[in-house]
């Protein structure tokens, strides 16, 4: 089971910031956060991770909260091409497996 | 550098009939991943690989067998398809950094197979 909560959908305006919370109460020490999103059925694509510093890249932003238990990406400008499904995903750096146990993710839709 | 591809693109089988999904990647990744999606539903994955010639099982394996004869490609078999096994399936790799503590770095994903069994 995945050990995300987010929430189903939202919706944001086209140029403002769009961010998605989810929650990841269960998480352990050796556990990083990811953020993937999928664009209408196309494969999946990494956004961003972290431990618990913030991050950020040229596409997002990852705000981690002091006590690791939630975390909030940030895409500082929202373009319609944004519009797709957003996981955010715990996995274990520390394990032999790495795979990515995928939730169903926020649905946003970015609207002009 | 193509990254990682998937062939075919679209499929649609008989029940009972056999078919055989390839990977491929050139980023000289260790790990590959093969996942399933259904409609509406997240991604699960069915098998994976750390490495050329090992192979394990991942959440739903049932119905379907991998190999990795070499790096670089991942095959995912369907012996004897059935209803059940219809949807778009992703191949993924991935590399790590080895040292005191393994890391395991972003995936890369395929653009994806669309199988359906009739």
């Known amino acids: 089971d995945a050990k995300t909560t987010q929430p189903t959908s939202m919706d944001c305006a086209e140029g403002r910031a769009a961010n998605l919370p989810c929650n990841h109460s269960t998480i352990s020490g050796n556990e990083y956060v990811y953020w993937y999103r999928q664009i209408h059925s196309q494969g999946p694509q990494y956004i961003i991770h972290?431990?618990?510093n913030n991050e950020t890249n040229e596409m997002a932003s990852l705000i981690i909260t002091e006590d690791r238990k939630s975390s909030t990406l940030i895409l500082p400008h929202a373009t319609l091409r944004d519009t797709a499904v957003y996981y955010c995903i715990v996995q274990d750096y520390g394990g032999s497996q790495g795979n990515l146990i995928f939730g169903k993710g926020t649905k946003l839709s970015v609207k002009p | 550098n193509a990254g990682v591809t998937q062939t075919p693109k679209f499929r649609v089988l008989k029940t009972g009939q056999s078919m055989t999904l390839l990977c491929a990647q050139d980023m000289n990744h260790e790990y590959m991943y093969w996942y399933r999606q259904d409609p509406g539903m997240g991604l699960r994955l069915i098998h994976y690989?750390?490495?050329?010639?090992?192979?394990a099982k991942g959440e739903v394996p049932d119905g379907y067998n991998v190999s990795r004869l070499k790096k670089q490609n991942f095959l995912l078999g369907l012996e004897s398809a059935a209803p059940s096994q219809t949807s778009v399936y992703f191949c993924?790799?991935?590399?790590?950094?080895?040292?005191?503590?393994?890391?395991?770095?972003?995936?890369?994903f395929g653009p994806g197979t669309r199988l359906t069994v009739l």
């Open positions: 972290g431990l618990k």
């Open positions: 993924a790799s991935s590399y790590t950094y080895l040292g005191p503590v393994v890391r395991i770095n972003e995936q890369f």
């Open positions: 690989s750390v490495g050329e010639g090992t192979t």
